[in-house]
């Protein structure tokens, strides 16, 4: 799949640019480079007031759970 081609590329720019990093500089690079353009969409449709239906899809794919869920249960 796609995603998964682009995070492969990701995976090896990252690792490219710190030969012999360690795994979790390596690992901390690699999740805020993944997460930087999603992170940065977010904050964009916060401003514009549109976000809490994304971020409530973002919590189901990733299996996080909000204050109210954890409260209620799933």
Do not use: K, W
């Not at 990093?21 to 977010?42: I, K, Q, Y």
């Not at 239906?53 to 909000?66: D, I, M, P, S, T």
């Amino acid at each position: 799949a796609a995603i998964l081609r682009h995070f492969d590329a990701v995976r090896d720019e990252v690792l490219g640019e710190a030969p012999g990093a360690n795994a979790e500089d390596a690992t901390r690079r690699l999740v805020n480079r993944l997460l930087h353009r999603p992170s940065r969409g977010l904050d964009e449709l916060a401003r514009s007031g549109t976000s809490g239906e994304a971020e409530r899809q973002l919590r189901r794919l990733f299996g996080l759970a909000g204050d109210d869920e954890r409260e209620n249960g799933p």
